[in-house]
């Protein structure tokens, strides 16, 4: 409370909150509109394309989890300018994890899978375990299940709760009590951990033939990401006396890094299916790619079979991206009239030569006559 002019009484201080019709919220909430209405659109357009080669060699399954965890993370806005309350402050603290670790987990998935395909293409022609659609719907939901047990610990261990928070005399700000320290951090481990990984892995399958993965748009998300949240996690501790800025800046990090996803990850993809469809077709899915890995992992060519092991096929590589299997490959043997040629000497195919062109020669004069 402050006393009156007249000193006569004690007045309550007015609360400080993050209102909606503040300009830090308003800027917020736009970027959350337009982004829910952008990932909308990606949703129907997936939906009306889903049987065509160009989403199937995204992984539809994963893509939709990756499109429902870019939907929370613009939904989030919302629940940061209520007004807090006990369970507000409850659902806050559970939703701000949880819409990151959904869109990181599917992510490390799809990395991880395009990794451990490639590198099975090193042993083996046998299809790797765990790469079908089920599978990776089931490792998914296994890393999305630990952030909920940190969450439910978290809440048990330290019940969320709104209070009155006096930075100075004058100031009366009503926040989560999360908000105050820096045990907010604790929501943002997980998903930190997830970024770091995906990043990882995005390295390391940075060079694989990008007609069969997202790899290299993955790579660029995940760069950038990174430093989104170098940029937000400074910005989050200096502003310990300004709340309203503070979770205005959580907010704006959170759209922006499911922006990123949306922008490098589903825009060549729309790109395909809507303006140059003739590319969404299961041919230009398997062209040849220059870009073959430089540790060796498989040699991808159109129209060809594998003729040792380790050599893998274009439609190979496109089915076990697809999850939809991989056939027993056998090694190929080189005709016998092809041996024989590859045997003889450099002197019997000059000589070769030079009687074809003698041929030739007296074809052009007969010609000529």
Known sequence: TLPD????KCNPLPEVYLKADSKWAIGAISLSIVGIIITLFVVVVFAR????PIVKAAGRELSYVLLSGILLCYSI????????TDV????QRFGVGFC???VYAALFTKTNRIARIFKAGKKTTKRPNFISPKSQLIICTCLISIQIIVNLLWMIISPPKAIYHYPTREDNLLVCSSFIDTSY???FAYPILLIVVCTVYAVLTRNIPEAFNESKHIGFTMYTTCIIWLAFVPLYFVTGNHMPLRITSMSVTINLSASVTVVCLFSPKLYIILVKPERNVRQSMMSTRKSALKSGVASVMVGTLPIAQGLVTSESLLRMQQGVGMPELKPVQLPKTLSKTTQTSPKHNRESSKKKKEQLQQHNNCNAT
């Open 5 to 8: 002019l007249l000193q006569s």
């Open 88 to 91: 507000v402050c409850a659902l």
């Open 77 to 84: 806005t919302f629940l940061l300018i209520l007004r807090p």
């Open 185 to 187: 951090m604790i929501a």
């Open 49 to 52: 394309h889903n049987n065509t």
């Open 100 to 102: 990151f670790t959904v």
